[in-house]
Each structure stands twice: as C-alpha cells, then as structure tokens.
Nanobody, 127 residues
Framework: QLQLVESGGGLVQPGGSLRLSCVAS????????FGWFRQAPGKEREEVSC????????NYLDTVKGRFTISRDNAKNTVWLQMNSLKPEDTAVYFC????????????????????WGQGTQVTVSS
C-alpha cells in the first residue's frame, strides 16, 4: 500500500507561485505513475498533470501548460507541482495520486486509473 501526503497549498495573489509537494511512503516509486488533480467547488475533479515512473515523460492539461511543472525525485519519495502565474480559476483542492504500472515509462492526462490518493491541499488564488 502506498500512502500519499500533500503539502504546500495556501493563499496567493494572482500572478504568484506555489509549489506543492507529495511525499509517498510504503513502496519504492519507480513503477508508479503520479498525477496531480484538482477539484474546485461545484466542478468535477480534473487531472492537471502526470509524470512517468522515472520522470522522463510528463503531460499537462492545456489550461496549465507553460505555467505548471511536475517533477519527482524517487530517492526522496517526493513529487512536486510547481505552479507559476497563478490565476483565480486555479483555485481548488489539489490532490496527488499514484498508479502502479507494469510499464511506467509514459503518462497521459486523463487516461490512467489511479489507485492511491492523498488527502488534498487547498490552493486559493485571490487578491
């Protein structure tokens, strides 16, 4: 079983930056694809980014491309989401998720069924 704990959320002004962290425990991570999701009030949860098992492949939702960057360090059991140029529409609870894959070399947003989830961290973008 994999346990995931997110941190790094908070209140930031439009145009600002935040870096979310997801610390995993319970297994080595090379065979896990990770994704970051968000869910705003009254909206469906959406996957904003994913990263392959060793970090060689990443994918992004169109609305965050060029602003968000996902990365990972398996030695530190950590996945990050760097969010720049934040907009009020980025306000949501952000979740980290992981999926064990026999072939973990690729990922595609919206196409992977995730098995493990964190508890979420609130991101609020407001002036």
């Amino acid at each position: 079983q994999l346990q995931l704990v997110e941190s790094g959320g908070g209140l930031v002004q439009p145009g600002g930056s935040l870096r979310l962290s997801c610390v995993a425990s319970g297994s080595t991570l090379d065979s896990y694809v990770f994704g970051w999701f968000r869910q705003a009030p009254g909206k469906e949860r959406e996957e904003v980014s994913c990263i392959s098992g060793r970090g060689h492949d990443t994918n992004y939702l169109d609305t965050v491309k060029g602003r968000f960057t996902i990365s990972r360090d398996n030695a530190k059991n950590t996945v990050w989401l760097q969010m720049n140029s934040l907009k009020p529409e980025d306000t949501a609870v952000y979740f980290c998720a992981a999926a064990w894959r026999q072939l973990a070399d690729i990922c595609l947003v919206g196409k992977i069924p995730y098995d493990f989830w964190g508890q979420g961290t609130q991101v609020t973008v407001s002036s």
